[in-house]
């Protein structure tokens, strides 16, 4: 028994196909004829198709070769490694780490530290950030 609720509860998805007509005549006749005008061609007794006919076995072959062809992941050039997500998170857990670690053993006074350290690396990013590059390397 269900009782009468304010919110809806999904229902399971249901699997319904609706058939088409399919005639296992027809689409046998159509695929000896395709098979017939293939072997033709390839004996040079009918001229090509101008490819607006609907060929069955033409859909393999924009796929097949292409997972071959894959040389994986591009390496990205030029990029600073201190700009990948990866790096700044490192970096905040190891801070995070060092302040809770320094915090048990020091003391308030760590947060003075790291705020000296943070100024120094700080300082020293925004130096060479800054600092103009030679053009003749």
Do not use: C, W
Not at 7 to 18: H, L, Q, S, V
Not at 48 to 54: M, Q, T, V
Request: positive net charge; aromatic residues 16%.
């Amino acid at each position: 028994m269900k009782f009468p609720s304010v919110f809806r509860t999904a229902a399971p998805m249901r699997f319904d196909i609706k058939p088409r007509y399919y005639d296992p005549v027809r689409e046998e006749i159509e695929q000896r004829t395709s098979q017939i005008k293939k072997d033709l061609e390839a004996q040079g007794l009918l001229e090509k198709s101008d490819g607006s006919s609907h060929d069955i076995g033409s859909y393999g072959a924009g796929i097949r070769g292409s997972f071959a062809q894959h040389k994986g992941i591009k390496e990205r050039e030029g990029v600073n490694v201190f700009a990948s997500t990866a790096m700044i998170r490192t970096f905040i857990f190891l801070l995070l780490l060092g302040s809770i670690f320094g915090y048990v053993y020091l003391g308030p006074v760590i947060f003075e530290y790291m705020g000296y350290l943070l100024a120094l690396g700080a300082a020293i990013y925004f130096f060479f950030r800054l600092k103009p590059k030679k053009k003749y390397e």
